[in-house]
């Protein structure tokens, strides 16, 4: 069973603080990882995609990638209230014959303390 | 340019009945995937399709069945509904399929009673 892993939260931080998310994957042939966000009733929302080993970073978010560890993180810098949500990580795996699946876990609940 | 769109936004049904759910890609896009999200998980993967064909199955029953038509949409049907299917279905898109960023509709929440 293919599983990736992140601490359900709530994970609480102040104004202006670094976020920091993390998750682990179970399958070392995972080639593709994404960062969701997902207010709460709404859909998830594409924030951040990493492919290779290092970081990767776009605005106020940095991803980074150890595959050797197995494991992805997500960083938000300066955190505003408005980043309060439930972070999904999501890992896509090649099952074969062009077949993709994307995996996801259960989502960090993120709140950002005014 | 509008994104991913699907239709209904909200459906209820009874036990036994039968649903299909409709998604409209991101225009460009030629591949399609659907997702089940119940309360306090993450999506949970159904199907895959590009240019028609069927590219992955995630662990769902016989119940659960898909196509992709010429216009890239899709729908998503589900047989003879049970409490348990009640959830909210997302729809995906991404250009060409594979390992490429996938980007969801606003979804369809389903209630069965």
């Known amino acids: 069973q293919k599983e990736v892993e992140q601490n359900s939260g709530p994970l609480s931080v102040p104004e202006g603080a670094i976020a920091s998310l993390n998750c682990t994957y179970s399958d070392r042939g995972s080639q593709s990882f994404f960062w969701y966000r997902q207010y709460s009733g709404k859909s998830p929302e594409l924030i951040m995609s990493i492919y290779s080993n290092g970081d990767k970073e776009d605005g106020r978010f940095t991803a980074q990638l150890n595959k050797a560890s197995q494991y992805v993180s997500l960083l938000i810098r300066d955190s505003q209230p408005s980043d309060s949500a439930t972070y999904l990580c999501?890992?896509?795996?090649?099952?074969?014959?062009?077949?993709?699946?994307?995996?996801f876990g259960k989502g960090t609940k993120l709140s950002v303390i005014p | 340019d509008a994104g991913v769109t699907q239709s209904p936004t909200h459906l209820i049904k009874t036990r036994g009945q039968h649903v299909t759910l409709r998604c409209s890609p991101i225009s460009g896009h030629k591949s399609v995937s659907w997702y089940q999200q119940v309360l306090g998980q993450g999506p949970q993967f159904i199907f895959q399709y590009y240019e028609k064909e069927e590219r992955g199955r995630g662990n769902f029953p016989d119940r659960f069945s898909a196509r992709q038509f010429p216009n890239y949409s899709s729908e998503l049907n589900v047989n003879a509904l049970l409490l348990g299917d009640s959830a909210l279905y997302l729809c995906?898109?991404?250009?060409?399929?594979?390992?490429?960023?996938?980007?969801f509709g606003d979804g369809t929440r389903l209630s069965i009673l």
């Open positions: 995906a898109s991404s250009l060409l399929g594979g390992n490429q960023p996938q980007h």
């Open positions: 999501a890992v896509t795996l090649d099952s074969g014959a062009g077949s993709y699946q994307l995996t």
